[in-house]
């Protein structure tokens, strides 16, 4: 079975400094690591994906996020925030089938100017 | 490539009463996904389809909940009896069958039952 925990559901950051979003997975394959952008009354949009290969992914508009397996972390970063990153951000797992994403609950980032 | 489209965006309907959504995945997408998304939660699986064959389906989904896939292309979620805990956002996704591949989402419909 696989699952998702994100640590804190509000993170509030000033802009220009370092964005950190915490995700923690539970699988029991190799899983497969998604974190999903959403803004108010939108679907979601990927901003990046780990699979396999390089534990460091970067994604769209400047995040990264690194797979540690030893920790089971998929932690999403960011060096300097913009105003325009204000969105609620979700982590997800997908195991071998990929007949499932399971979602965290969501972090809601707030950017103060 | 058009995305992912849902119809309608927003729909209020009145306890009781059977609504319908529908869902048109990107074109080469064989799998067709089901979520519902409540405020301040994340997206909640509800049915899954590859190509025509639904082949998975929550267990925490009411019997007044059904999904259909004809012909492997466009989807439809049906409730009937609407209740007002069905107040939510139905979300459909799509992607390929390669491991490991996203899932591209629409922007959803608004269910408001009243």
């Known amino acids: 079975a696989q699952s998702v925990t994100q640590l804190g559901s509000h993170v509030s950051v000033s802009e220009g400094a370092l964005v950190l979003l915490r995700c923690n997975y539970s699988?029991?394959?190799?899983?497969?690591l998604f974190w999903y952008v959403q803004y108010p009354n939108q679907g979601l949009q990927l901003l990046l994906k780990?699979?396999?290969?390089?534990?460091l992914v970067k994604g769209i508009n400047g995040f990264e996020a690194e797979f540690k397996k030893s920790e089971t972390s998929f932690h999403l970063t960011k060096p300097s925030a913009h105003m325009s990153d204000a969105a609620e951000y979700f982590c997800?797992?997908?195991?071998?089938?990929?007949?499932?994403?399971?979602f965290g609950t969501g972090t809601s980032l707030t950017v103060i100017p | 490539d058009t995305g992912v489209s849902q119809d309608p965006r927003h729909k209020i309907t009145k306890r009781g009463q059977n609504v319908t959504f529908r869902c048109d995945p990107i074109s080469e997408h064989n799998r067709l996904y089901w979520y519902r998304q409540t405020l301040g939660q994340g997206p909640e699986f509800l049915t899954y389809f590859q190509n025509e064959a639904q082949l998975e389906k929550s267990r925490l989904l009411s019997d007044r909940f059904s999904a259909e896939r004809p012909k492997g292309s466009f989807s439809t979620l049906e409730i009937q009896r609407t209740e007002q805990g069905d107040s939510a956002m139905y979300l459909c996704a799509s992607s390929r069958l390669q491991r490991g591949t996203e899932a591209f989402f629409g922007q959803g419909t608004r269910l408001t039952v009243v």
């Open positions: 780990y699979t396999t290969g390089a534990t």
């Open positions: 699988s029991s394959v190799p899983p497969y």
């Open positions: 997800a797992v997908s195991g071998n089938t990929g007949n499932q994403f399971y």
